[in-house]
């Protein structure tokens, strides 16, 4: 089981080795003579990727387990801007038998073009299909029936709008999430959080081409269409899980239990679990590792 394995290897995982794409223009691809097939037995290494959205490159890494292949993967989704990353849950999923791909979106830490909170949806779209791709798929072990979002805060958003837009996606898990869209307004719900939040945008130097105006302009416009909400019939009795922090930091009853309930109209494998701890889960990381990844032994593997 998932749980017996993270427990006793968790402690144990070791990147052994490094494969580095060869990435041609506007194209994310692996070497000839670098790819290996799924089916053969590899021990676990790190693989680095360069994924195209809209004709821009996206620096990416795969954590690849250890193993005879296809293995199921988990896409991770960083939030706003991106400081907390959970690759120590992909480090435990890896020694756990999953591959974990971590990527930055368009405009984001280095990433090509300019980011928007639709861009980054799209782009979440643009790694599912990439990793469905066959070639691709089988040079990095990847199992294209068995693929996991998993995202914290915006990337909880992310994660959600992946598994609603992507009919072959197989589970999803928020980890404390935004709904950027809720009641089309999502963070920007009144004028206190417009000005606490346009200027917090202002801050991130790290999303190329973006500004407080951009944000609250593109809440503004699009955010009926960023509502999860508007798309939970899109679910098809797949499985969520959606993990709050008691913070408020995203407000528990607008964000993640409105959209439990929505989505729990459409499938009734729709799990939420409340965690008293900050918005990144600093003091309980065990148990949120724990948490998702019985989760995903039950219902994504």
Known sequence: MLITTLKTRLKHTVVTSLMVLLTLPLCACVSQTEAVTSAVTRTA??????ITSSGKRMPGLIYQASGKGPHPTAIMLH??????????????????GWNAVFFHYRGAWGSEGEFSFQNAEQDV?????????????????????KITLIGHSMGGHMAIAGILNNASVHCAV?????????????LFSDDDSIKLWREYSDTLFMLNGWSGEKAVREISTKGHELDLERRADQLNK???KLIAADTEVIPIDLHIKSL?????????????????????????????IESTASFLDDNCK
Do not use: C, W
């Open 260 to 288: 439990k309930k929505a989505l729990s109209k459409y499938s009734n494998k729709v799990e939420y679990e409340l965690i008293d701890d900050d918005h990144s889960f600093s003091n309980s990381r065990s148990r949120l």
């Open 125 to 145: 779209d643009v790694v599912v299909n990439y990793l469905q791709q066959t070639d691709i798929a089988n040079s990095l072990g990847v199992d294209p029936k």
């Open 174 to 186: 928020s980890h404390d999430g935004a709904n950027m869209g809720a009641r089309g307004k999502g």
């Open 238 to 240: 797949r499985a969520v």
């Open 45 to 50: 290494s790190i693989t680095e990727l360069t």
């Open 79 to 96: 939030g706003y801007p991106g400081n907390e990353k959970n690759l120590d849950l992909a480090q435990a999923l890896r020694s756990a």
